[in-house]
């Protein structure tokens, strides 16, 4: 089964469906265009992981027949995409930041005399992360103090609806500290058993959307923080520098942006001051 082009080919050319050299090249093209994701060729392997529960599902053999599927029935071309874009997140990821948030920000914001405060964790995967602001805020009564918003975007729709629901396997208690849980999480009792729910007083400050960050931003004011961790990893330096500058635009004076921890800011240094570990703030 399968063209063998290459020794990484001939490993595949094993394997259970066909993706040829061609198949590679015109994935990485269509995610890079579509996504802003690029795709080396030591992530082959993968790929052919992910797209195999495609084909799997729909009883194809080649990847070729799952091409013209795509290309003609956009329903298709959303699980494609969904397949392969990378979710992982966790509640508190990189707590170095809501530190910084309920320690700093929050303090100059009420210094400030602010009103409204609007945040936007783009790239939210399942929620985890704009969760965990919201619980953040909470514990700061930032609800009673501010008029607060907080907008989560994916491009996945998949993650998008489970981020909606709120509900997680109750491993995840793992990583939220113990001040967080109990005002901002339920244990599931019923059918719901060995589950955690966010509180739904918390849900309701969450706007969810599905906004491809490669796309026009609608959005109506500006932001005092905007995070985008662990998104921008995967996309080429080209993609990454316009976004950056995009944020920037995006944010108010003074507004902080949040990285993930092998990120940065490259090229736009000119533009933002870094606090450290990966805090920028607007120049
Ligand atoms: C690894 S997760 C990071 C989640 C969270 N920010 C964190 O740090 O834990 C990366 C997320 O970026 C999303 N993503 C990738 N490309 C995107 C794009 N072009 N527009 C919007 N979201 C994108 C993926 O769907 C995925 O859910």
């Not at 799952?66 to 397949?83: A, H, M, P, T, W």
């Not at 490259?266 to 920028?280: A, E, N, P, V």
């Amino acid at each position: 089964m399968g063209r063998v082009l290459s020794r990484d080919d001939e490993a595949v050319s094993d394997r259970e469906f066909e993706l040829t050299d061609q198949d590679f090249r015109f994935i990485q093209w269509f995610m890079h265009k579509h996504a802003g994701i690029y795709f080396s060729d030591r992530k082959r392997t993968m790929v052919y992981g992910r797209i195999s529960r495609q084909l799997r599902r729909l009883g194809l053999n080649r990847f070729t027949d799952y091409k013209q599927l795509i290309e003609q029935d956009s329903e298709e071309r959303v699980g494609f995409i969904n397949s392969l874009t990378t979710n992982k997140t966790q509640f508190f990821r990189e707590y170095h930041h809501f530190e910084f948030l309920e320690n700093v920000m929050f303090k100059e914001w009420e210094k400030q005399g602010l009103k409204n405060i609007n945040v936007w964790s783009a790239g939210c995967s399942t929620g985890e992360e704009p969760y965990s602001f919201a619980s953040s805020l909470f514990v700061k009564k930032a609800f009673d103090l501010f008029q607060v918003q907080i907008h989560a975007t994916d491009l996945d729709t998949k993650v998008l609806s489970h981020a909606k629901q709120g509900i997680y396997s109750d491993e995840a208690i793992a990583s939220i500290p113990v001040k967080y849980l109990q005002p901002c999480f339920f244990k599931g009792k019923g059918a719901q058993q060995g589950k955690i729910k966010v509180a739904k007083g918390l849900q309701n400050y969450i706007n969810f959307q599905q906004l491809n960050l490669l796309d026009e931003w609608k959005w109506k004011e500006p932001f005092d923080l905007i995070s985008c961790r662990n998104v921008m990893i995967y996309f080429d330096k080209q993609t990454q520098e316009k976004l950056i500058s995009r944020f920037y635009q995006q944010l108010k004076p003074h507004g902080i942006l949040f990285l993930g921890h092998s990120e940065s800011v490259g090229s736009c240094s000119d533009l933002f001051r870094h606090l450290g570990k990966t805090i920028y703030l607007k120049q």
